[in-house]
Nanobody, 123 residues
Framework: QVQLVESGGGLVQAGGSLRLSCAAS????????MGWFRQAPGKEREFVAA????????SYADSVKGRFTISRDNAKSTVTLQMNSLKPEDTAVYYC????????????????WGQGTQVTVSS
């Protein structure tokens, strides 16, 4: 019932910044915890960040703490991921996902997924 579309990916040099956006439709956005995951070629999809439905609680992977910030705007049905101080290790396809669980950090706990947006960080 929920459709998610990511945008904002691109190519950036190490140390630069990007802001990813995810637009939701087809459901009541405010009932979902939203998450960001990423997957590099040949590797498993990994958790990046999540935000509870009213934005009162967030969770981050240790690898991105202090560099990435997740936020949401329920009035606009969007969630964003501000990425600063990017490293080559951040290169991956980034996915937006939605779940009715509180703060899940495992991909299998999310029901809805976007198609992903490519982020490439050059050294």
């Amino acid at each position: 019932q929920v459709q998610l579309v990511e945008s904002g990916g691109g190519l950036v040099q190490a140390g630069g910044s990007l802001r990813l956006s995810c637009a939701a439709s087809g459901g009541t956005f405010s009932v979902y915890t939203m998450g960001w995951f990423r997957q590099a070629p040949g590797k498993e999809r990994e958790f990046v960040a999540a935000i509870r439905r009213f934005g009162d609680s967030t969770s981050y992977a240790d690898s991105v703490k202090g560099r990435f910030t997740i936020s949401r705007d329920n009035a606009k049905s969007t969630v964003t991921l501000q990425m600063n101080s990017l490293k080559p290790e951040d290169t991956a396809v980034y996915y937006c996902a939605a779940t009715t669980q509180i703060i899940p950090v495992v991909a299998k706990m999310y029901r809805y997924w976007g198609q992903g947006t490519q982020v490439t960080v050059s050294s």
